[in-house]
């Protein structure tokens, strides 16, 4: 029975690095996988999931406003599709969510997404809280605060390196944009 599962965490936690890692294993074993990554997220070029640690490959991107079931449905009937895995998956639509559920129930592929939990100020991402909700399996992982404790949150700074409370919910960065901390530090906005 093929699931819809949410590994989630705060940001530099390796999410893409476990997601291109697993993606892998199907390959080596001869499995078709689709990659999907939002659209604007083209911090390593458009279509391209990249880890920190220079792992990447090439994927199809979504827009707010794709059927990402259609979308699936259509490459699976080209070729059989063993696996469907999203990065920035926090970045989709609740009705997208809802169309993996329906991929993994009605078209039994397995969804693997990726994504942020909450943003900077603490909130959750419309595409997380549906992941949340309807996931068939959650998964932490894990990365650490400056102090070593458990990073659940994440700050956005601005370019002078201070800690941004206010402002769009999605701003695309990597560790210059980004520091994660555990909650105790980013309740108190503390950068160590």
């Not at 690095?17 to 911090?43: C, P, S």
């Not at 390593?44 to 991107?61: F, P, Q, Y």
């Not at 800690?163 to 980004?178: A, F, L, P, S």
Request: glycine share 8%.
């Amino acid at each position: 029975m093929a699931k819809l599962y949410f590994n989630y965490s705060s940001m530099n936690a390796g999410k893409s690095t476990v997601l291109l890692q697993a993606a892998y294993n199907y390959k080596e074993r001869g499995m078709k996988v689709l990659l999907l990554i939002a659209a604007f997220d083209d911090r390593a070029g458009k279509g391209t999931i990249a880890s920190r640690i220079g792992l990447s490959a090439d994927a199809d991107v979504f827009n707010a406003e794709d059927n990402v079931f259609e979308h699936v449905r259509n490459a699976h009937e080209t070729e059989k599709i063993d696996a469907l895995f999203v990065d920035e998956a926090q970045f989709l639509t609740e009705e997208q969510v809802w169309q993996l559920a329906r991929i993994a129930d009605e078209l039994r592929i397995p969804v693997l997404c990726f994504g942020l939990r909450t943003d900077f100020q603490g909130k959750l991402f419309p595409g997380s809280a549906a992941l949340l909700a309807i996931s068939d399996s959650l998964k932490e992982i894990k990365t650490i605060c400056w102090c070593g404790r458990k990073a659940t949150m994440v700050a956005r700074l601005d370019g002078e390196g201070r800690i941004v409370e206010e402002g769009d919910q999605v701003v695309i960065g990597g560790n210059e944009t980004y520091v994660p901390l555990c909650r105790k530090h980013w309740y108190r906005r503390e950068l160590g």
